[in-house]
C-alpha cells in the first residue's frame, strides 16, 4: 500500500514543476511542445506518472471552452486531484475569472469525500464536483 | 407516477437553478435533459428511482422550501441537519417527516451523463 502512495507523491512533484513550467509557457504565449493540444485525450491518475514523466500535466485549458471539458473531465469520480494539482486548478480557475469553492468536509449526505467546485463560471460548472486525493485537506 | 417524478425532477433541478427540458421512464429508470438557465447549455442526466410515491411528494416539497428559502448554496444546505429539521417543523411538518424526508433528499443521486457516459452526480449535502 505504501509503494503506490510513494509513486504518486513523485509523480505529483514531477506534474507540478513540469505543470508550473507549462503554465508559465502559456502566460508568455509560447507553447512548449508538451502542451495537450486542443481536443487531446483525457487521461486520468492512474496514467499520470506516465503523463509527468513525459512533462504533460492534466490541468491544463488554453481558453474558456477548454477550461469546461477539463472541469468535465475532471469531475469523474476517479480524477482525484493531488494538491499539486489543485493549486494549479485553482490558478487556472482564477485566469478565467473564476474562483473555487472548498469542500474539505462534507457532512451529512451521500458523497462524504473533499471536492472543490468552481463558482462564477456559470451554472453548469457550478454543479460539477472535482475530486480530491486523499492527502489533500 | 409518472407526474411525481416529473414534480420531484422540476423542483429538484430547480436547487440547481436548471429547468426540466426532457424526461422519459423506462422500468424504474428515469432518462432526462436539463437546460441551465443562464445559459444555452443543457445536460443529460440519468436516476434509478426507488423511491416510493408518498416519500417522493415529501422530497419535492423538501426541494421547493430549501429553494423558496434560499437555503442553498450550490448543492450544499446552509444551515444544520438540526436547524432545518426545526425549520419544517415550525412551517407544519412532523418531526419524522421532515428527518425522514431530509434523509431521502440526501440519498438520492442522479447522475449526469456526458455523451452517453455517467460521470459526476447531481446530490445535495450539509
Known amino acids: ?35 495537450l493540444p486542443a481536443g487531446a485525450r483525457f487521461v486520468g491518475p492512474s496514467q499520470a ?17 477548454e477550461y469546461k471539458s477539463l472541469v468535465q473531465r475532471l469531475s ?12 494549479m486548478f485553482q490558478t487556472l480557475t482564477e ?29 453548469s460548472l457550478e454543479s460539477r464536483h472535482v475530486w480530491l486525493g486523499p492527502g489533500v485537506r | 407516477m409518472e407526474t411525481h417524478i416529473n414534480n420531484f425532477l422540476k ?8 429547468t426540466l427540458d426532457k424526461c422519459r421512464i423506462h422500468d424504474n429508470i428515469v432518462f432526462g435533459n436539463i437546460r441551465w ?26 426541494c421547493e422550501y430549501l429553494t423558496d428559502n434560499k437555503l442553498m448554496h450550490m448543492d450544499k444546505i446552509m444551515i444544520s441537519k438540526s436547524e432545518l429539521e426545526k425549520r419544517l417543523v415550525e412551517s407544519g411538518w412532523s418531526f419524522s417527516d421532515a428527518q425522514d424526508s431530509i434523509d431521502d433528499l440526501l440519498s438520492l443521486e442522479l447522475r449526469m451523463v456526458d455523451d452517453g457516459i455517467e460521470t459526476d452526480s447531481f446530490f445535495v449535502h450539509f
Open chain 1, 76 to 87: 469523474k469520480e476517479d480524477s482525484e486531484l493531488t494538491l499539486v494539482e489543485l493549486k
Open chain 1, 95 to 123: 485566469r478565467f475569472g473564476g474562483k473555487l469553492r472548498y469542500d474539505l468536509n462534507p457532512v451529512h449526505g451521500r458523497f462524504l469525500k473533499p471536492h472543490v467546485q468552481v463558482e462564477g463560471l456559470g451554472k
Open chain 1, 49 to 65: 506518472g506516465r503523463m509527468a514523466s513525459s512533462g504533460v500535466s492534466r490541468v491544463q485549458a488554453n481558453s474558456l471552452k
Open chain 2, 11 to 18: 423542483s429538484f433541478f430547480g436547487i440547481f437553478d436548471a
Open chain 1, 1 to 35: 500500500m505504501g509503494k503506490p502512495t510513494q509513486q504518486r507523491e513523485h509523480d505529483a512533484e514531477i506534474v507540478a514543476r513540469l505543470g508550473n513550467f507549462a503554465l508559465y509557457g502559456s502566460l508568455i504565449n509560447w507553447s512548449p511542445s508538451f502542451v
Open chain 2, 37 to 62: 438557465n443562464d445559459d444555452h447549455e443543457s445536460q443529460d442526466f440519468s436516476w434509478k428511482n426507488n423511491v416510493e410515491k408518498s416519500d417522493l411528494i415529501k422530497s419535492t416539497l423538501l
